[in-house]
């Protein structure tokens, strides 16, 4: 599986930004797609995953800003990040993992928000 993310960028704190990620090659279904995120010096962190079998699922601190969604068609998972803060400067990771089988990772995408 090839997973290929867009829209990263700079955004001043208080904006908002929207990414994309598109899955191809070999897609088993039922899958979970969704973002990470790692900060300089931080640990890999969970932003939100989506899937047929068990919906969203937000980290706790993100919830209300971040909206994950998904187009099962063409394959691709969205974020849609509002009221975006210093704290969410970060490189953002797409990920891809059937329910039975290996969780594949983006390239990973800058997100700077700046202050």
């Known amino acids: 599986v090839q997973l290929q993310a867009s829209g990263g960028g700079l955004v001043q704190v208080g904006g908002s930004l929207r990414l994309s990620c598109a899955a191809s090659?070999?897609?088993?279904?039922?899958?979970?797609m969704g973002w990470y995120r790692q900060a300089p010096g931080k640990q890999r962190e969970l932003v939100a995953t989506?899937?047929?079998?068990?919906?969203?699922n937000y980290a706790d601190s993100l919830k209300g800003r971040f909206t994950i969604s998904r187009d099962n068609g063409k394959n691709v998972v969205d974020l849609q990040m509002t009221s975006l803060e210093p704290e969410d400067t970060a490189v953002y990771y797409c990920?891809?993992?059937?329910?039975?089988?290996?969780?594949?990772w983006g390239q990973g995408t800058q997100v700077t928000v700046s202050s």
């Open positions: 990920t891809f993992k059937p329910l039975m089988g290996l969780n594949y």
């Open positions: 090659g070999t897609i088993l279904n039922p899958n979970i």
């Open positions: 989506i899937s047929s079998v068990f919906g969203t």
